[in-house]
């Protein structure tokens, strides 16, 4: 599971087979998670009970970052950076998503 279904999980509550296998047969969140639908949108969002669905993209395009060295994701992939490097993508990974969550909050980035 990626990163983005990750996040939808943690909100939605949906779940691969290892989801919440529910309370006497109800509220299960298991089995709800799929992969490889042909949609338009990166997610498609479906209601249990009315069926009625939404799909959305994300999108950062209009939201300037500061401070992210994209070329250390690279180097720390190849196994080529150094501790200090390691520690400096992981606080500018966390500073770029508090932007995005936080800073930003006026800025569309989920398009339905």
């Given at each position: 599971?990626g990163?983005m279904?990750?996040?939808?999980?943690f909100?939605?509550?949906?779940k691969?087979?290892?989801?919440f296998?529910g309370?006497?047969?109800?509220?299960a969140?298991?089995?709800?998670?799929?992969?490889g639908?042909?949609?338009k949108?990166?997610?498609?969002?479906?209601?249990?009970?009315?069926?009625?669905s939404?799909?959305?993209?994300?999108d950062?395009s209009n939201i300037?970052?500061?401070?992210?060295?994209g070329?250390?994701i690279?180097?720390?992939?190849?196994n080529k950076?150094?501790?200090?490097?390691?520690?400096?993508?992981?606080k500018?990974?966390?500073?770029?998503?508090?932007?995005?969550l936080?800073?930003?909050?006026?800025k569309?980035v989920?398009?339905?």
């Amino acid at each position: 599971m990626g990163v983005m279904a990750n996040v939808a999980s943690f909100i939605i509550g949906a779940k691969e087979e290892d989801g919440f296998k529910g309370l006497g047969g109800i509220f299960a969140r298991n089995n709800l998670l799929f992969f490889g639908a042909k949609i338009k949108g990166e997610m498609k969002f479906t209601r249990l009970d009315t069926k009625k669905s939404v799909e959305v993209s994300y999108d950062i395009s209009n939201i300037a970052l500061s401070d992210f060295d994209g070329s250390l994701i690279q180097k720390s992939l190849m196994n080529k950076a150094t501790k200090e490097e390691m520690e400096l993508l992981g606080k500018q990974w966390q500073k770029r998503a508090s932007e995005i969550l936080l800073v930003h909050r006026d800025k569309a980035v989920i398009i339905l």
